[in-house]
């Protein structure tokens, strides 16, 4: 089921009645509906694949408590470790499986020796790298003692499962989202309205700008060999906007739609195209992410605490692992080597903890340095993302060496009428960087605000004929 | 609670009204496009005298028959009412049904995917059928059943929405684009792509593009479109009318990957008691006789498809009673 589409709209009207309809004085049954309401979302694509997310929420559930109840070492570790195993090795089967078997054959091929390992017929379940990194912090964190299991297996199913966030994040941490289902969560008005506001605001994001974008960087990245180095830029550009609108448009749809239920996600996206280096792109992308991977690969890696250069392998280990997550390709793991090796530069200076407040913080307008900043990093963003849009490395490569022609200063002529939305974007993000989100407390008085409401709904409804899938189920 | 869902609901319902609203806007932007020759088609349809014959079907029938040459063959006054396959093959019938006369011949040519089942399946129509609803042929709704309202109700709010849309952007991109000012060309796609017969006119498709070869349509027959084909069949028959179905010219490398479908299709159609003229492979094209998609013909092989199906068609009339 997808968060742009009229089957949703009349799913999240059901579910939301009937939620405060049983009240918050009953809590089980408000989560007992969340776990249905999040399986029936789950399932809508394909039953078959809610069997996947059944096993690995049992699994994680008895294996947290196991971890509690013991105070052997090796017990508890044991037990941790057939959780790791259990969910990577779901998303190894899913995921991976056929990704390495025919890197492993090309590599045996390379070298002149004959294998034969098949390869099978396997769909990628939507959402798996989500869930099962979500549901692997709980147990580690247990492992850590930072957490206690819970004794509710409903709390925890509808955890894992929590229709919202379930297919594309924010991943969240058992730590912030599992207390939420075992407390009583009451009705707040503000909180509401502004969650609507946060999905209207998501939708106009997704199917206005990444879809209008996506047009024209399909268009670009299929034939790049009839596009002047200009309209290839324009190309990346498009859909450097379309990643951005899409995923953060998904975080914001699921971040407004847990508010009305009472819930309250982590922030996943805080204006990154204004960030000043790629330390701070960082942060402000996919912060779910990128936290995750922080304290549960890097952090445990040994950080920043070791020898330099045991440090930089910590880091270019990391962000090529993000790399791979995002999919079997080695596109990704080259765009997440990329962006590790970005990252070293700042590092090395100690500067990657510049720019903690956002850009222009207190003014209108950027400071020049500032702007020459943002601008470098946006084209170091850009480069990278060249990898992870073409379909293999080759054509990555291709693709960049026309782009860096000459022909790249020449005035493109077509596909341009899209800057039109990615300058509309620009120019309201900026304006309202201070804020979560750009619907958050407009100021205007009512009449205007309903007007400007209702100038977004419809350009969505416009838009609205088909439902295009968002970018990071495929993750 | 309750002063959120007031608020909240209040807000759908200002959103609605706007929609409402939009529905009644002219219409932006494709006043030129060929679902507008459909009047045209219709008044050709109401002109010419009976005995007739009515050629009806997607847009592989504009782009398929050069109806000149059936006249010529048969001696009966010809009507292509071929337009678009998005508005289903239940609204081609629809359109036609009360304008059909004593001794008319019906010939209907059938995209295969029309009779196919699936999530929405074609025979019903797609997001096209609004505009034709809304601006074009507001007597259709009459025709209308659950299944062509669930796709009305599905794309209403986005049709009326773009054309909000539409009457604010063209200005706007007029400022970036010189021509969205004039006349939108529409190519083979416009009011005024057809010559008087209703067929799209040649000089536009003179030339031929590679079409790469695909699967239109897979899985079960939807047994719903058979039998309203039967019951269209019966009527015609009751009125001393005739119908005869027929294939569409399709790529052939296209047809032999759904070669399964289109004979239970041939089977399906006998079997409903229909009079078929052909069998699917008969009309299997090479690829220099397409213009732009595998049901498009170029003009040279839209004359060779028509010249081989009105020696067909002649046999037909001939054993019915209605040739020359």
Redesign the interface.
């Known amino acids: 089921m997808l968060f742009n589409s ?1 089957t949703f709209f009349f799913f999240l009207i059901v579910v939301y ?1 009937l939620y ?1 309809k049983i009240g918050p004085r009953n809590l089980k049954a408000q989560n007992v509906l969340i776990l249905v309401a999040s399986y029936v979302f789950y399932g809508w694509w394909d039953y078959r694949f809610l069997s996947l997310i059944f096993i690995s929420s049992l699994v994680d559930f008895l294996l947290g408590l196991r971890i509690h109840g013991t105070e052997n070492q090796r017990a508890r570790r044991l037990f941790l470790t057939m959780s790791i195993v259990a969910n990577l090795g779901l998303l190894g089967v899913f995921k991976y499986y056929n990704f390495f078997v025919s890197e492993m054959l090309s590599l045996l091929t390379g070298l002149g020796v004959s294998a034969n390992f098949g390869t099978m017929q396997i769909i990628l379940p939507v959402g798996i790298s989500f869930y099962t990194f979500q549901t692997m912090s709980y147990t580690i964190d247990i492992y850590r003692r930072q957490l206690e299991p819970t004794r509710d297996p409903i709390a925890f199913f509808s955890f894992v499962s929590f229709f919202p966030q379930l297919v594309a994040g924010p991943i969240e941490r058992a730590k912030n989202l599992l207390p939420q289902f075992q407390k009583e969560r009451s ?1 707040d ?1 503000d909180s ?2 502004d969650g ?1 506001r946060q999905i209207l605001w998501g939708l106009f994001k997704k199917v206005v700008i990444a879809d209008s974008c996506a047009t024209y960087a399909n268009q670009i990245f299929a034939a790049p060999d009839q596009f002047s180095g200009s309209v290839l830029l324009l190309g990346v550009l498009y859909f450097a906007i379309q990643i951005y609108g899409d995923f953060s448009g998904y975080s914001d749809i699921a971040i407004g739609t847990a508010r009305l239920f009472g819930f309250t996600l982590m922030r996943n996206f805080a204006y990154p195209y204004f960030s000043r280096d790629i330390a701070e792109f960082w942060r402000r992308w996919h912060i779910s992410l990128s936290s995750w991977f922080r304290d549960y690969v890097y952090i445990p890696l040994g950080g920043n605490r070791g020898t330099v250069r045991r440090s930089l392998i910590n880091i270019i280990v990391t962000f090529t692992v993000s790399g791979l997550w995002h999919g079997a390709n080695t596109t990704f793991i080259v765009w997440g080597f990329l962006n590790g090796l970005y990252y070293i530069p700042l590092f090395l200076r100690g500067k990657q903890k510049k720019n903690t407040e956002i850009a222009g913080f207190g003014r209108h307008f950027p400071s020049l340095r500032e702007a020459i900043s943002m601008l470098a990093t946006f084209i170091l963003v850009l480069i990278a993302w060249v990898f992870f849009r073409a379909p293999d490395l080759s054509a990555a490569i291709h693709y960049l060496g026309v782009l860096l022609s000459p022909s790249l200063f020449s005035i493109p002529t077509t596909q ?2 899209g800057l ?1 939305w990615i300058a509309v974007l620009i120019a309201v993000e900026w304006v309202s960087r201070h804020k979560e989100h750009p619907l958050q407390r407009l100021g205007f008085r009512a009449e205007l605000r ?1 007007g400007a ?2 100038t977004l ?3 969505v ?5 088909e439902p295009q899938t968002f970018i990071y189920f495929q993750f | 609670m309750k002063r959120f869902v007031i608020r909240a609901a209040g807000f759908g319902f200002f959103l609605l009204a706007i929609l409402v609203a939009g529905i009644w806007l002219p219409p932006s932007g494709m006043n030129d496009s060929l679902l507008f020759a459909l009047p045209d088609k219709m008044v050709r349809l109401e002109k010419l005298k009976s005995p007739r014959i009515v050629l009806i079907g997607g847009s592989s029938c504009s782009f398929g028959f050069e109806s000149r040459i059936i006249e010529e063959r048969t001696g009966r006054p010809v009507v292509n009412m071929g337009a678009h396959a998005g508005l289903g093959l239940k609204y081609f019938i629809d359109q036609v049904r009360d304008k059909i006369a004593r001794d008319d011949i019906v010939v209907l040519s059938i995209e295969y995917e029309q009779l196919a089942d699936g999530e929405s399946p074609a025979f019903y129509g797609g997001s096209l059928l609004v505009p034709v609803v809304v601006d074009i042929d507001q007597y259709a709704v009459n025709d209308l059943d659950v299944n062509q309202w669930k796709t009305i109700l599905k794309n209403i709010g986005y049709y009326s929405a773009n054309k909000m849309v539409g009457h604010v952007e063209t200005p706007i991109a007029a400022i970036f684009r010189k021509q969205a000012l004039k006349k939108r060309k529409w190519g083979h796609y416009g009011r005024m792509s057809f010559n008087e017969y209703g067929d799209v006119r040649k000089e536009l498709i003179s030339v031929g593009f590679s079409v790469e070869p695909s699967k239109s349509c897979d899985g079960p027959l939807l047994k719903p479109a058979f039998e309203y084909l039967i019951r269209f069949d019966r009527y015609l028959k009751d009125m001393g009318a005739h119908l005869l179905v027929t294939y569409p010219a399709m790529q052939r490398s296209s047809l032999v990957k759904i070669a399964g479908f289109a004979s239970e299709v041939d089977s399906a159609l006998i079997a409903g008691g229909l009079t078929i003229i052909g069998k699917p492979t008969m009309f299997g094209v090479e690829d220099k006789d397409l213009f732009n998609t595998m049901y498009h013909l170029n003009a040279s092989g839209r004359e060779r498809h028509t010249l081989r199906f009105a020696t067909l068609l002649q046999k037909h009339l001939k054993a019915i009673g209605a040739g020359l």
């Open positions: 009229y009645l405060w009705f008005y509401s309205v609507l341009v009428l039109f309903w409401y209702a709904a419809v350009l409804v416009s838009k609205l004929s």
